[in-house]
């Protein structure tokens, strides 16, 4: 099978809105076709053929969908699952991210509903994705699926911006958010240390009290 066939047929494979990363699109190719040296040259130039014939089109560089149909009209691409597959979680499962700020606070209490992702996909302190109107921040550690809920929560405890928890019902929130997560209080400490978050080390050893 040539690989304009394969792109075709990978293509096929997702649901109309769902981001299709041109990485994904090589990767499936390669797994495929014994001649990989003009692989990347290749699946480009194919790709932005299905674009021209509006089988797919273009959301971001090396980002694409195909356009789903409604009773309005044409539906544009999933941001929703754009922003979990690029920063979040990838197709495999693994975890790369995390949702921080004021956004994190909106099960706790009422906030403005701002994004900020904490992703390993930033490799720069922090920077502001337009097109998803996103903050994205560098992590003080790598994010893995075993810590991910452990950083979150020195979030919480950190709370950078300042959002305003009841005194009385913080404590009760916290151990609320430990228990459900079946989070390891020597873990929390241990991950406190390595990112140097004091203010969140401070809060853990007064709930261990």
Known sequence: MNIS???QECIENYQDTEPIFIEDVKKYITKKCDKKDNVIKNVSIILNKLKRKG???SAYRGIYYKPGRCVFGETGLDYTRLIKLKYLKDREGNIKGYITGAKLFNWITL??????IVTNECKYYKKYDDKLRTYIIKPKMQITNENHQYLQFLDILENKDNIHIEVEKE???LYNIIRECNLNFEKLIKYAKETNNKKALVKLLILKK
């Open 5 to 7: 066939k394969l792109v």
């Open 55 to 57: 089988i797919i089109k």
């Open 111 to 116: 906030v403005p509903n701002v994004m900020e």
């Open 171 to 173: 404590n009760k929130i």
